[in-house]
T-cell receptor
Framework: KAGVTQTPRYLIKTRGQQVTLSCSPI?????VSWYQQTPGQGLQFLFE???????NKGNFPGRFSGRQFSNSRSEMNVSTLELGDSALYLC?????????????FGQGTRLTVV | AQSVTQLGSHVSVSEGALVLLRCNYS??????LFWYVQYPNQGLQLLLK??????LVKGINGFEAEFKKSETSFHLTKPSAHMSDAAEYFC???????????FGTGTRLTVIP
C-alpha cells in the first residue's frame, strides 16, 4: 500500500510569510504526528492529531499550528516565518499509539526561509 | 526529564566489522524504546523497538538491541557491517502523551570499504 506522502518536498519562503505543509497518511491510519528536524535542535515533536483532534502538543510557539481532516490528511501551518524555522518537517502516521504499533514516516518537506 | 542520550555523533567501522551504537535513557523514561534509521533525504524507518518481554530485540537488516535496565542502556548492534548500513541512526523513547517520540541527537555511521 502507499506510504506516507508529504507535499511539497522542497519549499523556499521569505521571512515573515506563512507556509502550509501537507501530509497524507497511510490508508486507515488515524494518527498523524509532525516533527521538526534541524541540525542544531535535532528531531523535535510538534503535535499529534487523531480523528481530527489535537491529542498532544510539543513545546513550540503558537505560530506553529495544524489540523486534520475527516480523511485523516493533515496540514501544518507556520505563520510569520523566521530564519530559524528552516528545517526538515516530517510527518508520521500510525493506526494507534506507537507503543502498540509502528509509526511510518514520510520523506519530509524541506523548508528554507530566506 | 525524559531523555535518551546517544554517545558518539559519528562512528566509523570497516565493512564486515561489528557495529555498536550506544544509547542510554533516563530512568524516568517509560519502558518503550526505539531505534530508527534515516538515509540521506529520506524519512525515518523503524529498525526495532522494545516494549515489554524479552530484553534482546531483533530488528530488520540484521540489527538487534538489548534493553539493560541496570545500565539504563539500549545499545544497537550488528555483527557485520555492510556498505548499505551507512546512514544516521536515532534512539528514541515515548513521551507522556504515549504517541509522541523524543529522539536522541543521532549517530552517523560510516562504513569503510
Amino acid at each position: 500500500k502507499a506510504g506516507v506522502t508529504q507535499t511539497p518536498r522542497y519549499l523556499i519562503k521569505t521571512r515573515g510569510q506563512q507556509v502550509t505543509l501537507s501530509c497524507s497518511p497511510i490508508s486507515g491510519h488515524r494518527s498523524v504526528s509532525w516533527y521538526q528536524q534541524t541540525p542544531g535542535q535535532g528531531l523535535q515533536f510538534l503535535f499529534e492529531y487523531f480523528s481530527e483532534t489535537q491529542r498532544n502538543k510539543g513545546n513550540f510557539p503558537g505560530r506553529f499550528s495544524g489540523r486534520q481532516f475527516s480523511n485523516s490528511r493533515s496540514e501544518m501551518n507556520v505563520s510569520t516565518l523566521e530564519l530559524g524555522d528552516s528545517a526538515l518537517y516530517l510527518c508520521a502516521s500510525s493506526s494507534d499509539r506507537v507503543t502498540n504499533t509502528e509509526a511510518f514516516f514520510g520523506q519530509g518537506t524541506r523548508l528554507t526561509v530566506v | 526529564a525524559q531523555s535518551v542520550t546517544q554517545l558518539g555523533s559519528h562512528v566509523s567501522v570497516s565493512e564486515g566489522a561489528l557495529v555498536l551504537l550506544r544509547c542510554n535513557y533516563s530512568s524516568s523514561v517509560p519502558p518503550y524504546l526505539f531505534w530508527y534509521v534515516q538515509y540521506p533525504n529520506q524519512g525515518l524507518q523503524l529498525l526495532l523497538k522494545y516494549t515489554t518481554g524479552a530484553t534482546l530485540v531483533k530488528g530488520i537488516n540484521g540489527f538487534e538491541a538489548e534493553f539493560k535496565k541496570s545500565e539504563t542502556s539500549f545499545h544497537l548492534t550488528k555483527p557485520s557491517a555492510h556498505m548499505s548500513d551507512a546512514a544516521e541512526y536515532f534512539c528514541a523513547g515515548v513521551g507522556t502523551g504515549a504517541n509522541n517520540l523524543f529522539f536522541g541527537t543521532g549517530t552517523r555511521l560510516t562504513v569503510i570499504p
